[in-house]
């Protein structure tokens, strides 16, 4: 007997989004789907609505228009607390400001990116993750003890503690030359390989070309969506 095809669900699923801000149209994007496994750079000028996209995909922005989903979850079916536990089990986010919290070391930034969502809190998987990004002898270091790279790294580390399905990456290398850039690229792909996430990296880095083919560009939503 045949076996019958059962598409797979995509890891993200946009249909009809529209955003408005300040009284205009800042995001318009009638469809796309992202596959598991398929890194993606999110391309675009200044301005075109990257960093709108990655919050609308995040659930930190509620759009104007238009359903977002995400492993096979409308983000607008969650309430608020919902929502912050599908997001911090689901989704990986590296901000453009790393967001990290200065109080704590850095373990403890990894703790309770963990311990917000319920998953244990033992010393071992957070050094291990610290680990991974070279960070492993620095565990009781508070973030303004690093350089701004060692913070970057601490940044993907917390990203990937809960072992997300997407890693959501908002410009991790446009403030970096040449051989950081190429550190930090591989640094995320390395992570996401680890942890079986997808990548997508907002960007207007064009060095980020030669290591993630796929892309959709906001400066041609419906080119890139159809
Ligand atoms: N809360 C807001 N109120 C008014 N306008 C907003 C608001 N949030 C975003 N915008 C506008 O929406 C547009 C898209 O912003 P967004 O930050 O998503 O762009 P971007 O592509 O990420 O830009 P960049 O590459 O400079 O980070 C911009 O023109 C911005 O000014």
């Not at 598409?7 to 993200?12: D, R, T």
């Not at 995040?58 to 607390?81: E, N």
Request: aromatic letters at 2%.
């Amino acid at each position: 007997m045949p076996v019958p095809l059962v598409e797979p669900v995509p890891l993200v699923e946009i249909d009809g989004l529209r955003h408005a801000a300040g009284g205009r149209t800042v995001l318009e994007l009638p469809r796309w789907r992202l596959e598991e496994g398929r890194h993606c750079l999110l391309l675009g000028p200044s301005g075109s609505g990257k960093t709108t996209l990655m919050h609308a995909i995040a659930g930190l922005l509620r759009p104007t228009a238009g359903r977002v989903r995400v492993a096979g979850q409308d983000l607008a079916a969650l309430d608020d607390a919902a929502r912050d536990v599908f997001r911090g089990r689901t989704i990986g986010i590296v901000f453009q400001t790393l967001h990290l919290v200065p109080a704590l070391d850095i373990a403890g930034n990894l703790r309770l990116a963990r311990w917000l969502v319920g998953l244990d809190t033992g010393e071992d998987t957070v050094r291990a993750a610290l680990e991974r990004v070279g960070l492993g002898h620095r565990l009781k270091a508070r973030p303004h003890e690093l350089s701004q790279g060692e913070r970057q790294r601490v940044a993907v580390a917390r990203a990937v503690v809960n072992r997300p399905r997407l890693i959501l990456a908002d410009e991790p290398t446009s403030a970096l030359d040449d051989a950081n850039c190429a550190a930090m690229t591989e640094l995320l792909l390395e992570q996401a390989a680890a942890c079986g996430a997808t990548l997508v990296v907002a960007t207007h880095d064009a060095r980020l070309k030669e290591r993630i083919a796929h892309r959709l560009d906001l400066s041609a939503p419906l080119e890139a969506a159809a």
